[in-house]
Nanobody, 120 residues
């Protein structure tokens, strides 16, 4: 079984920082693209940032300048560094990854989500 587990969410005051992690485990041969999404209360889930295996990144306009996506391929882990947080960043943050498992082939796997709450 292949799974993603997010961590690092929590409560922070406006202007603060958090670093989210997304750790993949299981029968993994390789991880291709990884992405972070977020879903604010009452809104649809939106793509926030993506990173390829080679490290190329892409960001939604709302993420540019304050957030940085990265990964450690040796650890099968992705990260989202969030700085200068604003109340509008309050949401559940999800990661996903395109994984090749030597047992079951290609999978798109989602984490369970981690809640980020930013107070004013």
């Amino acid at each position: 079984q292949v799974q993603l587990v997010e961590s690092g969410g929590g409560w922070v005051q406006a202007g603060g920082s958090l670093r989210l992690s997304c750790a993949a485990s299981g029968s993994i041969f390789s991880i291709n693209a990884m992405g972070w999404y977020r879903q604010a209360p009452g809104k649809q889930r939106e793509l926030f940032a993506t990173i390829t295996r080679g490290g190329s990144t892409n960001y939604a306009d709302s993420a540019k300048g304050r957030f940085t996506i990265s990964r450690d391929n040796a650890k099968n882990t992705g990260y989202l560094q969030m700085n200068s947080l604003e109340p509008g960043d309050t949401a559940v943050y999800y990661c996903n990854a395109d994984i090749y498992s030597d047992r079951v082939g290609y999978l798109r796997v989602w984490g369970q989500g981690t809640l980020v709450t930013v107070s004013s």
